[in-house]
């Protein structure tokens, strides 16, 4: 079975990414970057957009005008996330338990990517996959919980929370 994926990619790296993930599954699948236009139309008149189409190419090219039929499938339904949850309660106070998030983070290639009144969201990618993870902080009783809630794909979750808990044992305590 085909599958045409088109991907929006922000950046150089994140394209880089996908080329690397592509020559990794070359062996497994077989994969094709089409050449030229490729667009979706929706239409009821694809027959007449088809003979107007062909009618505009050169003979040799109107020869390579390849045509599917799509059936737009949500993948992201069928593959599960998986979450891991790293918690400590330290004597720190949360500005000393933030510098020293921040310094493990920053260690460890992990970037901020937004904030609400709950929690802080940062990402991590690697070359296993992405990692989101979802800090949030509360004092209580003289002390400071923190919980990570790290979530991705594959065996991306279970790298990612490994380093973070070598590295975190050590400056909160495990």
Same mark, same amino acid.
Not at 40 to 51: Q, Y
Not at 60 to 82: A, G, N, P, W, Y
């Given at each position: ?14 394209? !880089?990414?996908? =080329? &690397?993930?592509?020559? *990794?599954?070359?062996? $497994?699948?077989?994969? @094709?970057?089409? /050449? ?62 933030? !510098?020293?998030? =921040? &310094?493990?983070?920053? *260690?460890?290639?992990? $970037?901020?990517?937004? @904030?609400?009144? /709950? ?56």
């Amino acid at each position: 079975m085909k599958y045409l994926f088109i991907v929006s990619y922000e950046d150089d790296a994140e394209r !880089k990414r996908i =080329d &690397y993930l592509l020559e *990794k599954w070359q062996e $497994r699948a077989r994969i @094709s970057k089409p /050449k030229g236009l490729t667009f979706i139309i929706e239409t009821n008149e694809i027959s007449e957009f088809a003979e107007e189409l062909l009618s505009k190419l050169n003979p040799s090219s109107s020869k390579r005008v390849e045509s599917f039929v799509l059936h737009e499938k949500d993948l992201r339904s069928q593959i599960r996330s998986t979450t891991t949850v790293i918690e400590y309660q330290s004597n720190e106070s949360p500005e000393i338990v933030k !510098k020293l998030l =921040d &310094y493990v983070f920053s *260690k460890n290639n992990i $970037r901020y990517h937004s @904030s609400d009144l /709950k929690s802080t969201k940062y990402f991590v990618l690697t070359r296993k996959g992405r990692v989101d993870i979802a800090v949030t902080m509360e004092s209580k009783n003289g002390k400071t919980w923190i919980k990570l809630s790290l979530s991705g794909y594959g065996e991306a979750v279970e790298h990612i929370a490994k380093k973070l808990k070598e590295d975190l044992d050590h400056l909160l305590g495990g």
